[in-house]
């Protein structure tokens, strides 16, 4: 059973950084989409950042300059290191890996930003 699973969220205050992790099981994160989406209280999901398998990388204007997403292929992960934080970055956070008609999501982790 495929398995992404996040971690490194938490509570940091405006201005801090924290790096997520989604680390994959039974399939080669290389090989797929990933992207990282976030969830804020009574907001829809939004895509907040997206690496290619060939490497490309695209943001949502509200984390460019501040987020930046990246893979480590020797141990199957995707990271998401978050800089210079603002409290309208509150949300929970989930990794999604997709290819083809494939789609597979994480548990999500929890990043609160306090003013």
């Known amino acids: 059973q495929v398995q992404l699973v996040e971690s490194g969220g938490g509570m940091v205050q405006a201005g801090g950084s924290l790096r997520l992790s989604c680390a994959a099981s039974?399939?080669?994160?290389?090989?797929?989409?990933i992207g990282w989406y976030r969830q804020a209280p009574g907001k829809q999901r939004e895509l907040v950042a997206a690496?290619?398998?060939?490497?490309?990388?695209n943001y949502a204007d509200s984390v460019k300059g501040r987020f930046t997403i990246s893979r480590d292929n020797a141990k199957n992960t995707t990271y998401l290191q978050m800089n210079s934080l603002k409290p309208e970055d509150t949300a929970v956070y989930y990794c999604?890996?997709?290819?083809?008609?494939?789609?597979?999501w994480g548990q999500g982790t929890q990043v609160t930003v306090s003013s």
């Open positions: 690496l290619s398998s060939g490497g490309s990388t």
């Open positions: 999604n890996a997709r290819r083809d008609s494939s789609s597979f």
């Open positions: 039974r399939i080669t994160v290389r090989f797929y989409v």
